[in-house]
């Protein structure tokens, strides 16, 4: 058997043209969208980060501002930005690209963006209005794994999905996601005893442990939606998941590309919080 894939990269481009249509919308409202993005350091894979960021919102029509602090940058420093930030009217959505310097607390950092400007969806409000299933702003990473679900027409209801890792950005809000569309959700970490027990179980297998080989084609129910979030460079300069793509695709439904999956998504959703809040400012 041989997977459908769900590709990721195409989805979001389909997704940006259609934001822009939304962007145009609100421009001829008054309202230009805008993100600001604030990187404190000089980490290269933040910087590709970014730079993808920034590419999204131009092909969208969103302005964006990025701000540079240097590493040796103090909380106080950051936080004065992210006040200016917070108080700028042209700004709809701020980020703040992790990881930052081991010297400052990323969660203060996090929770000082206000929160309709929070497009992570990081803040402790936003967080809870997902635990509570109300309206707010959705992680961009647990959003994309979703979205792509619903746009391969996967069932979630009533189905078993299985959440590989449980970090506050990926592992527990998609989890809580699964949770509120009426899935029955497991969620493993490190310490689970027999990895493969448990997600031979999934309907819905969803890994994001930053451990590349993680998932082979023996932890994989036939017929299983696979959406790996794993993001790992390996010692040959090449990119690749946390799921042995060439073993699973030919025991998966479906399954997600490392790279051109969950990642370019996740950049969509950023772009899409950003219009979201953008459109809620009256005119
Ligand atoms: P974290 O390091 O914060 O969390 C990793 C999680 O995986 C932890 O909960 C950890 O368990 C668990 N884990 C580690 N090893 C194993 C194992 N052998 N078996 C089971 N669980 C394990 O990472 P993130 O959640 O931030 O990111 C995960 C991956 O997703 C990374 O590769 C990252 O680059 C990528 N990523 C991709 C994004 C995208 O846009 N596609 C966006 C964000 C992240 P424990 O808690 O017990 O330590």
Not at 56 to 66: F, L, M, R, Y
Not at 107 to 124: T, Y
Request: glycine share 10%; charged share 20%.
């Amino acid at each position: 058997m041989t997977a459908q894939l769900i590709d990721g990269a195409g989805l979001a481009r389909e997704k940006l043209i259609q934001l822009k249509h939304v962007v145009t919308s609100l421009q001829a409202r008054g309202i230009q969208p805008g993100l600001a993005t604030v990187q404190v350091g000089d980490d290269p894979a933040s910087r590709i980060y970014v730079r993808n960021k920034v590419k999204a919102c131009t092909e969208a029509g969103v302005h964006s501002t990025h701000h540079d602090l240097p590493a040796s940058s103090s909380e106080a420093d950051v936080l004065k930005l992210l006040n200016q930030l917070n108080r700028d009217p042209q700004v709809h959505g701020i980020i703040v690209q992790l990881p930052v310097p081991k010297h400052l607390d990323a969660r203060r950092l996090s929770q000082a963006i206000a929160v309709a400007k929070d497009v992570d969806g990081f803040n402790w409000q936003n967080l809870g209005a997902l635990v509570e299933g109300a309206p707010g702003i959705l992680p961009c990473t647990p959003r994309a794994a979703m979205v792509m679900l619903d746009h391969a027409k996967i069932p979630v209801e009533g189905r078993h999905a299985v959440v590989v890792g449980r970090s506050n950005i990926v592992g527990k809000p998609v989890a809580l996601l699964l949770i509120g569309r009426g899935a029955t959700v497991t969620v493993c970490n490190s310490r689970t005893t027999d990895l493969g027990a448990v997600t031979r179980q999934a309907d819905i297998l969803v890994v994001a442990t930053g451990k590349a080989g993680l998932i082979r084609r023996n932890m994989v129910k036939p017929g299983a939606a696979v959406i790996d979030v794993g993001i790992n460079r390996l010692t040959s300069g090449k990119i690749a998941g946390d799921v042995v793509f060439d073993e699973v695709k030919e025991v998966a439904g479906w399954i997600t590309p490392v790279p051109g999956g969950v990642g370019p998504m996740t950049v969509a959703m950023l772009v899409e919080n950003t219009v979201n809040a953008a459109a809620r400012i009256p005119a």
